[in-house]
């Protein structure tokens, strides 16, 4: 069995969960300092299978905007984000965008699809 | 989005009737969202004015996520819950002024004025029935710190290098010092070590972060981000671009200790040091500033010193998330509908003597509202000045104690106050007695 101390960041609470693990079996033994049902998920997601929500900026041709604001519609895999931010940075996009536009699926096999942050309509 | 902010300009009648019955200064979530409730509560007549050439305030340039969990139950980007909003404000009868800077409130007269310099409508007197102000603020620079040394370029603070970065798209450097753990500091950091920067570690003068928990975790831990807490920048060298900063441990009254610096090479210091309300405007119509918030002192519907003018937002005081804010907008449309219809008028004018007063005590940095009528629910919403574990919020005079698990100064901490709760205050003082509550957080003895 194992221990860990991390930080839920699920909401602004922030709290501070006190998780005993097993590694092997993947499983939660007991979670203390929780304040709800979240910290349950993101203690099990954080150990075994880590994600976050990866945003970034990718270029455009605009005569307003220099950049169009991106994100993965659900959490990344943690380990993959650094390396999908760079690729990310080769997608061509064409005006006009709409905030929720699919830009890539499946981005680099992670099962994850990149969408627009923002509506930008003009050239 | 220009083409969203062209159709929200079209909706301005160029008439030369310039009488509103609201009018909200700031198009950032706080001014989007009072524009938007005031308009579904029925106010006929809604302006809503930017200085910017779009509506949004710092929204578009925060491209993290985390925001709308309160406001719309997922977890958004900032241009997301922007652009969620710029619908809102389009698809109701709302009138906007953008590229118009506020520059005078006048409420001497019996019609509330602003004088507004607008890039389409040159200078121009603007009348009001109520007013509600969601000004924003503003970062503190080196200026304010009194950081020693040269003063090369490369030195910026850590909000603009985000305006830089999601906006504009470029880089400012690419060896970043960080000074100040604020939550602006924290996500930069995060966000330049992923557009390739070196950030060779964060610098907090106090020994807590002042950023949310959270982004402690994910914005630093995640990428191996030293944080120094109790560390402090005390000297820039560089001729014309910055080259590096001494550092230094600081003792407890928060003095560096000169003989142990350490010398980082970088040629960028971004600085995260704190956000001052904007309230140069308030300030034209002699709205009375409390010095705790640097916002206006306000009562339970936030309404101001002066008669019909409301405040919300980071004008009113610092917030940490945007949800707060909006519902801070929201607040503030309700009491200014109510002001409208001539409901708020028994409890108006915040100056009157018949309000109780709320002070900060001890561990608190400020409190909001600042006086409040006894006659309604408060949700007081505390900002406390150092962390505590297992502590209480106690309220003085009305007897009433409130514990709370954890405190942190980057976490908001709300606390709702019932109208019996009051009572029990207005009936034991009478006219000797004092006509202040005291508010202060106590760390819990053990054994009590």
Do not use: W
């Amino acid at each position: 069995m194992k221990k860990k101390k991390m930080t839920c960041i699920t909401c602004p609470i922030g709290c501070l969960l006190e998780v005993d693990y097993e590694l092997t079996k993947k499983e939660i033994i007991s979670l203390k300092s929780n304040q709800c049902k979240k910290g349950y998920k993101f203690a099990q997601d954080e150990l075994f299978d880590p994600k976050r929500i990866l945003t970034t900026t990718v270029k455009i041709n605009s005569r307003f905007f220099k950049r169009l604001p991106v994100r993965s519609n659900i959490p990344a895999p943690k380990g993959m984000i650094e390396r999908m931010v760079k690729e990310i940075k080769k997608i061509q996009i064409n005006l006009p965008v709409k905030m929720g536009d699919v830009l890539a699926i499946n981005f680099m096999d992670t099962g994850v699809n990149i969408i627009s942050s923002a509506t930008i309509e003009q050239q | 989005m220009v083409k969203l902010i062209k159709q929200a300009e079209n909706k301005i009648k160029h008439s030369s009737d310039s009488e509103y019955d609201l009018v909200v200064i700031g198009g950032g979530p706080g001014g989007m969202a009072a524009a938007v409730k005031a308009a579904e509560l029925g106010v006929e007549r809604v302006l809503l004015i930017e200085r910017d050439s779009f509506l949004g305030g710092i929204l578009p340039q925060c491209i993290h996520s985390g925001f709308g969990i309160k406001i719309f139950n997922s977890e958004l980007t900032g241009p997301e819950y922007c652009q969620l909003f710029v619908e809102k404000v389009r698809n109701i009868s709302i009138e906007v002024m953008l590229d118009t800077m506020a520059l005078t409130l006048d409420l001497k007269g019996d019609k509330k004025s602003i004088i507004v310099s607008s890039r389409n409508f040159g200078i121009k007197r603007i009348t009001a029935k109520a007013i509600i102000l969601s000004l924003g603020c503003r970062e503190r620079t080196r200026g304010q710190i009194l950081i020693p040394g040269s003063r090369p370029a490369g030195v910026l603070t850590a909000g603009l290098v985000q305006k830089m970065v999601n906006i504009e798209g470029f880089l400012p450097g690419k060896n970043i010092v960080i000074l100040g753990s604020g939550d602006i500091g924290l996500i930069m950091a995060r966000r330049l070590v992923l557009e390739g920067c070196k950030v060779k570690g964060v610098f907090e003068l106090m020994p807590f972060s002042t950023g949310l928990l959270r982004n402690i975790s994910q914005c630093l831990e995640d990428f191996e981000i030293p944080l120094y807490l109790s560390h402090t920048v005390t000297k820039i060298y560089g001729d014309k671009r910055i080259k590096s900063v001494d550092i230094a441990m600081v003792d407890k009254n928060l003095n560096p200790i000169q003989t142990k610096t350490k010398n980082i090479k970088c040629d960028t210091l971004l600085l995260s040091v704190g956000l001052i309300p904007e309230n140069e405007l308030s300030k034209t119509a002699e709205i009375e500033i409390d010095l705790k918030t640097g916002g206006p002192a306000v009562d339970q519907y936030l309404h101001t010193s002066r008669n019909g003018v409301f405040a919300c937002g980071n004008s009113l005081f610092v917030n940490d998330l945007a949800d707060n804010v909006t519902e801070d907008g929201y607040l503030a449309a309700q009491s200014a509908v109510s002001f409208l219809n001539g409901r708020l008028r028994s409890e108006k004018l915040i100056r009157s003597k018949k309000l109780i007063n709320i002070e900060a005590g001890e561990n608190i940095a400020y409190i909001v509202p600042q006086k409040v009528s006894g006659k309604s629910d408060v949700n007081f919403r505390i900002r406390a000045s150092i962390p505590l574990r297992n502590a209480f919020i106690e309220f003085s005079n009305i007897g009433l104690k409130k514990k709370v698990r954890f405190v942190n100064p980057g976490e908001l901490i709300f606390a709702k106050i019932t109208k019996g709760d009051f009572g029990k205050f207005l009936e034991c003082n009478t006219k000797t007695a004092s006509d202040s509550i005291k508010v202060s957080i106590k760390k819990e003895v053990q054994g009590q």
